[in-house]
């Protein structure tokens, strides 16, 4: 599967960003594009302060009625992993790829499938030799990759407070365009 | 020659629309199944007998990965070329279908054992009336 690059001329100043979704066998379930203004200003504020507070890598939880809810996040060259996690339990595998970077981000997303790849629900469940094949080839940027484990254990009320997370998490990282620290 | 496999898919309470995807997605999936049945006969009986729990989990996160997507496949499913409880690959989409095709995924939880690889089938929509 060959898909165009649909947004590419949008290296100054970016509106939005591409989102691609892939099921747990590693076939993409659809790529889409998300616009800034569509997203809640209010969360936008909320994931960008708690990005700015906890820096370029971390594993924490959130506050309040989130405390339930872990982000471990690992960040570079605006490139970053971030896994989504309900009391313990995967959530959300995700990558964010921001196209500043081209070379990390290739990095970044090999080291993304190759740890999905050895998943052994992805294994159970791919029959594609090549699972999450399509990760590499995706041209959009800026991107957000993302694996919804739908682990029965977590409720779909906190499904969607970790899509919501998700979504505006990313939102907040292209839009602040966060890198690692030299 | 052997005659080929009938298998029935009754659906009533469709409208005349409904009633042509619901025959033209079984055509698809009848097209795929024979595919299989016919040219990789082993590969169809290795899927039937793989079949296990994991494809609930693999249905429930694709449908959760599609929602991260603002609007894209809403109101439609993502479809197989052949569901995967009657032999289809996991990885072997069509794109997306209108939910019709749901009916046809339900119908095949119970037809499943008819299907005899190496032979040809007919997949038979019914229709109130037929």
């Known amino acids: 599967m060959k898909f165009g690059a649909m947004h590419k001329q949008e290296s100054k100043r970016v509106p939005g960003f591409s989102v691609a979704a892939f099921g747990i066998d590693g076939e993409v379930q659809g790529i889409d594009r998300w616009d800034f203004e569509k997203l809640s200003s209010k969360w936008l504020r909320i994931c960008g302060e708690y990005l700015e507070h906890h820096g370029a890598s971390f594993d924490a939880s959130w506050s309040g009625p989130l405390a339930h809810i872990q982000t471990k996040f690992t960040s570079a060259s605006g490139a970053a992993l971030v896994t989504f996690g309900v009391k313990g339990k995967l959530a959300a595998s995700v990558a964010l790829a921001s196209g500043l970077t081209p070379a990390t981000e290739s990095s970044v997303l090999k080291m993304f499938v190759n740890s999905l790849r050895g998943v052994e629900l992805v294994a159970a469940a791919a ?56 | 020659m052997l005659r080929p496999v009938q298998i029935e898919f009754p659906a009533a309470g469709l409208s005349p629309t409904q009633q042509q995807l619901f025959s033209s997605h079984l055509a698809e999936q009848q097209t795929t199944l024979n595919r299989l049945s016919l040219t990789a006969p082993s590969d169809l009986e290795l899927n039937l007998l793989n079949y296990p729990n994991v494809k609930a989990q693999v249905a429930a996160a694709r449908r959760l990965a599609r929602g991260y997507l603002p609007g894209q496949g809403a109101g439609l499913d993502a479809a197989h070329a052949l569901d ?20 046809i995924g339900a119908l095949w939880r119970t037809r499943a054992d008819q299907i005899v690889p190496g032979r040809e089938h007919w997949l038979i929509p019914i229709f109130d009336g037929e």
């Open chain 1, 127 to 182: 029959q594609s030799p090549e699972p999450f094949r399509e990760v590499l080839a995706i041209e959009e940027r800026p991107l957000m990759l993302v694996v919804p484990w739908a682990d029965s254990e977590v409720s779909e009320q906190d499904q969607a407070l970790i899509r919501e997370l998700a979504i505006h998490t990313a939102g907040a990282f292209f839009m602040r365009g966060l890198r690692a620290p030299e």
């Open chain 2, 84 to 103: 995967s409880v009657a032999g289809g690959y996991i990885h072997e989409f069509v794109g997306f279908r209108d939910p019709i095709q749901q009916r």
